[in-house]
């Protein structure tokens, strides 16, 4: 029996969406406060607290709204494994951030889709060019800064 690769994107059933399945979801204003104070935390390295903070809107909606709100936990976990020094979590969570925001481009529930998928982008191949044994050397200039105007939308999905 083959053991199957724990650094690979799982594909579940929904995690993988379509242009027509990407529609803003009506944000609360309990969700803007949670999706700025999660962006927030994030950008102050502060990764598991922000995705506590995106949990919360993600246990609101139902899917496919989930998918966006996954793909940015996921990234949180992804920098979270970095700093504890666990070289499969961050390539399993990066790779499963990639897969989730492949269809989405431009601004989504008010971030810059774009930038963080050029982040991820930038993670994913320092930290193939690291490897397990050189994790401590992640330049950690390329993480991610999220972009993030609470009043604007604007779906955008890549064609």
Same mark, same amino acid.
């Given at each position: 029996? %083959?053991? @199957?690769?724990? =650094? ?7 995690? *993988? ?5 990407? *529609? ?13 104070? $999660? ?10 607290? @922000? ?18 709100? %996954?793909?940015?936990? %996921? ?5 979270? %494994? ?6 499969? $979590? ?21 971030? +810059?889709?774009? $930038? *963080?998928?050029?982040?991820? +982008?930038?993670?994913? =191949? ?22 993030? +105007?609470?009043?604007? =939308? $604007? ?5």
């Amino acid at each position: 029996m %083959q053991a @199957s690769d724990p =650094t690979a994107a799982r594909l579940k059933p929904g995690y *993988v969406l379509s242009a027509e399945d990407i *529609v803003e979801f009506p944000m609360s204003d309990e969700d803007r406060r949670d999706m700025a104070r $999660g962006i927030e935390l994030f950008n102050r390295g502060e990764f598991w607290e @922000s995705h506590e903070a995106w949990e919360q809107i993600w246990l609101r909606h139902e899917e496919p709204a989930r998918v966006f709100l %996954q793909a940015l936990i %996921q990234l949180a976990a992804a920098y979270h %494994q970095l700093q504890r020094r666990i070289y499969h $979590g961050v390539v399993k969570h990066l790779n499963n951030v990639a897969l989730k925001l492949g269809p989405f481009s431009g601004r989504f529930l008010g971030v +810059d889709v774009d $930038g *963080v998928k050029a982040a991820v +982008d930038r993670g994913q =191949t320092e930290i193939d060019r690291v490897g397990a044994t050189g994790i401590e050397r992640f330049d950690q200039a390329l993480l991610c800064k999220i972009a993030f +105007d609470p009043r604007g =939308t $604007g779906t955008a999905p890549r064609t």
